[in-house]
Protein backbone atom coordinates (compact mmCIF):
# COMPACT_ATOMS: atom_id res chain seq x y z
CA UNK A 1 0.00 0.00 0.00
CA UNK A 2 1.04 3.19 -0.87
CA UNK A 3 0.31 6.01 1.49
CA UNK A 4 1.11 10.00 1.14
CA UNK A 5 0.80 11.83 4.50
CA UNK A 6 0.54 15.68 3.85
CA UNK A 7 1.72 17.96 6.79
CA UNK A 8 2.58 21.39 8.19
CA UNK A 9 -0.36 23.24 7.00
CA UNK A 10 -2.13 25.49 8.49
CA UNK A 11 -2.83 29.60 9.24
CA UNK A 12 0.27 32.38 8.73
CA UNK A 13 0.04 35.95 8.06
CA UNK A 14 0.38 37.50 4.89
CA UNK A 15 4.31 37.72 4.07
CA UNK A 16 4.73 34.72 5.80
CA UNK A 17 6.10 31.21 5.36
CA UNK A 18 5.02 27.84 5.15
CA UNK A 19 7.16 24.40 4.85
CA UNK A 20 4.44 21.77 3.92
CA UNK A 21 5.97 18.07 4.07
CA UNK A 22 4.93 14.56 2.43
CA UNK A 23 5.41 11.30 4.27
CA UNK A 24 5.77 8.64 2.02
CA UNK A 25 5.43 4.63 2.68
CA UNK A 26 5.29 1.86 0.37
CA UNK A 27 6.80 4.19 -2.22
CA UNK A 28 10.37 5.36 -2.47
CA UNK A 29 10.33 9.48 -3.20
CA UNK A 30 13.13 8.21 -5.51
CA UNK A 31 11.40 5.88 -7.89
CA UNK A 32 8.98 8.55 -9.72
CA UNK A 33 7.90 11.91 -10.29
CA UNK A 34 6.34 13.79 -7.87
CA UNK A 35 4.58 16.84 -7.51
CA UNK A 36 2.82 19.38 -5.39
CA UNK A 37 -1.37 20.20 -6.22
CA UNK A 38 -3.66 22.62 -4.44
CA UNK A 39 -7.11 22.95 -4.86
CA UNK A 40 -9.03 26.08 -3.68
CA UNK A 41 -13.26 26.05 -2.89
CA UNK A 42 -14.82 26.10 -5.86
CA UNK A 43 -12.13 25.85 -8.14
CA UNK A 44 -9.22 23.45 -10.20
CA UNK A 45 -6.87 21.75 -8.81
CA UNK A 46 -3.61 22.75 -10.03
CA UNK A 47 -0.10 21.56 -9.75
CA UNK A 48 2.24 23.94 -7.63
CA UNK A 49 5.81 22.37 -8.42
CA UNK A 50 6.93 19.33 -10.00
CA UNK A 51 10.08 17.24 -9.11
CA UNK A 52 11.71 14.71 -10.86
CA UNK A 53 14.20 11.59 -9.77
CA UNK A 54 17.17 13.59 -10.01
CA UNK A 55 16.06 16.49 -8.43
CA UNK A 56 14.88 18.45 -11.84
CA UNK A 57 12.41 20.96 -10.97
CA UNK A 58 9.11 22.57 -12.71
CA UNK A 59 6.96 25.65 -10.71
CA UNK A 60 3.49 27.03 -11.97
CA UNK A 61 3.85 30.85 -12.61
CA UNK A 62 2.66 31.74 -9.36
CA UNK A 63 4.77 29.79 -7.47
CA UNK A 64 8.27 30.70 -9.28
CA UNK A 65 10.74 32.85 -7.67
CA UNK A 66 8.48 32.04 -3.98
CA UNK A 67 8.10 28.63 -3.42
CA UNK A 68 10.37 25.52 -3.59
CA UNK A 69 10.16 21.97 -4.36
CA UNK A 70 12.57 19.37 -2.90
CA UNK A 71 12.48 15.61 -1.57
CA UNK A 72 14.95 13.77 0.65
CA UNK A 73 15.74 10.45 -0.40
CA UNK A 74 16.67 9.24 2.77
CA UNK A 75 13.90 10.59 5.20
CA UNK A 76 11.79 9.71 2.06
CA UNK A 77 9.87 12.72 2.45
CA UNK A 78 8.99 15.52 -0.09
CA UNK A 79 8.53 19.33 0.89
CA UNK A 80 7.55 22.37 -0.19
CA UNK A 81 9.48 25.56 1.26
CA UNK A 82 6.30 28.38 0.95
CA UNK A 83 7.90 32.24 1.55
CA UNK A 84 6.14 35.88 0.40
CA UNK A 85 2.50 33.76 1.19
CA UNK A 86 -0.45 35.39 -0.20
CA UNK A 87 -3.97 35.24 0.70
CA UNK A 88 -4.62 34.12 -2.94
CA UNK A 89 -2.41 30.87 -2.05
CA UNK A 90 -5.25 29.71 0.64
CA UNK A 91 -5.93 26.16 -0.61
CA UNK A 92 -5.86 22.81 0.48
CA UNK A 93 -2.37 21.40 -0.75
CA UNK A 94 -1.85 17.92 -1.87
CA UNK A 95 1.35 15.69 -2.49
CA UNK A 96 1.07 13.35 -5.53
CA UNK A 97 3.47 10.98 -6.89
CA UNK A 98 3.67 8.76 -10.03
CA UNK A 99 4.58 5.12 -10.01
CA UNK A 100 6.73 4.98 -12.80
CA UNK A 101 9.30 7.44 -14.22
CA UNK A 102 8.41 8.27 -17.23
CA UNK A 103 10.25 9.72 -20.15
CA UNK A 104 9.36 13.07 -20.16
CA UNK A 105 8.01 14.98 -17.66
CA UNK A 106 9.11 18.32 -17.82
CA UNK A 107 5.95 19.26 -20.23
CA UNK A 108 3.05 17.84 -18.91
CA UNK A 109 4.04 17.74 -14.80
CA UNK A 110 1.01 19.12 -13.92
CA UNK A 111 -1.56 16.87 -15.75
CA UNK A 112 -3.63 15.25 -12.62
CA UNK A 113 -3.79 12.23 -14.52
CA UNK A 114 0.01 11.43 -14.30
CA UNK A 115 -0.28 10.58 -11.36
CA UNK A 116 -1.27 7.15 -9.11
CA UNK A 117 -1.05 8.60 -5.91
CA UNK A 118 -2.76 11.68 -3.76
CA UNK A 119 -2.27 12.75 0.19
CA UNK A 120 -5.59 13.81 1.72
CA UNK A 121 -4.32 17.14 1.56
CA UNK A 122 -3.23 19.64 3.93
CA UNK A 123 -4.86 23.31 4.15
CA UNK A 124 -3.14 26.05 4.09
CA UNK A 125 -4.74 29.89 4.94
CA UNK A 126 -3.26 33.03 4.46
CA UNK A 127 -5.12 36.06 6.48
Known amino acids: QVQLVESGGGSVVAGGSLRLSCAASGYSVSQGYMAWFRQAPGKEREGVAGIGVDGETEYADFAKGRFSISKDDAKNTLYLQMNSLKPEDTAVYYC??????????????????????WGQGTQVTVS
Open 96 to 117: AANSRTPTDYSSRWASLALYNY
